[in-house]
């Protein structure tokens, strides 16, 4: 049972460039999340899914895109990645809302590096 | 709006003795639920346990127990028999409609 799966685990950008982050999940869950996480600083909600073909913005949205095309899929774009998106990103899902008390399953995260 | 407060960025603690992670939150709300996660050095975030606020019985998971104060708003993570495997990150969390995260606690087991 792979749970939720991110790729790609590791990526060093140029400023500017742009890239995507795959996080698919195999539970079948409504729910799905992306998070960064820097040090000192916990969790930040990036954007967020409450099913196939919806998206919403979390805490800290700016400079990312996501798009929710199939249940088990959830893709994080930056367009136009920027020294300050270095960090290590976060896929979740949930069967429940992670507001309402769902527990929340993880990825094993993707360390991005802009320079 | 509702914060998360971890007060303890580091703690260490002897292999087989008990340690204590604090976390202390602000909310307006009565209905709300509340979680320990632990991140190893492997990053990926595991939930260690769960804690409904309307329920006055203190939440535990083996090794793990919580201690409640709901009038206090504190929700601290007791490990005891503490072991290698438990050295980690642990993140304290609270919901309602939303998910707020705390800073995180870096464990450190001593042998």
């Known amino acids: 049972n792979a749970g939720v799966t991110q790729t790609p685990k590791f990526r060093v950008l140029k400023t500017g460039q742009s890239m995507t982050l795959l996080c698919a999940q195999d539970?079948?869950?409504?729910?799905m999340y992306w998070y960064r996480q820097d040090p000192g600083m916990g969790l930040r909600l990036i954007h967020y899914?409450?099913?196939?073909?919806?998206?919403a913005k979390g805490e800290v949205p700016d400079g990312y895109n996501v798009s929710r095309l199939k249940k088990q899929n959830f893709l994080l774009g930056l367009e136009s990645a920027a020294p300050s998106q270095t960090s290590v990103y976060f896929c979740?899902?949930?069967?429940?809302?992670?507001?309402?008390?769902?527990?929340?399953?993880f990825g094993e995260g993707s360390r991005l590096t802009v320079l | 709006a509702q914060t998360v407060t971890q007060s303890q960025p580091e703690m260490s603690v002897q292999e087989a003795e008990t340690v204590t992670l604090s976390c202390t939150y602000d909310?307006?709300?009565?209905?709300?639920?509340l979680f320990w996660y632990k991140q190893p050095p492997s990053r990926q975030m595991i939930l260690v346990i769960r804690?409904?606020?309307?329920k006055q019985q203190n939440a535990t998971e083996n090794r793990f127990s919580v201690n409640f104060q709901k009038a206090a708003k504190s929700f601290s993570l007791k490990i005891s028999d503490s072991q290698l495997g438990d050295a980690a990150m642990y993140f304290c969390?609270?919901?309602?409609?939303?998910?707020?995260w705390g800073a995180g606690t870096k464990l450190i087991i001593k042998p």
């Open positions: 979740a899902s949930s069967y429940a809302r992670g507001g309402n008390g769902g527990e929340l399953f």
């Open positions: 539970m079948n869950h409504e729910y």
């Open positions: 899914s409450v099913g196939e073909g919806t998206t």
């Open positions: 909310t307006s709300e009565s209905d709300y639920y």
């Open positions: 804690q409904e606020a309307y």
């Open positions: 969390a609270y919901s309602d409609y939303q998910l707020i």
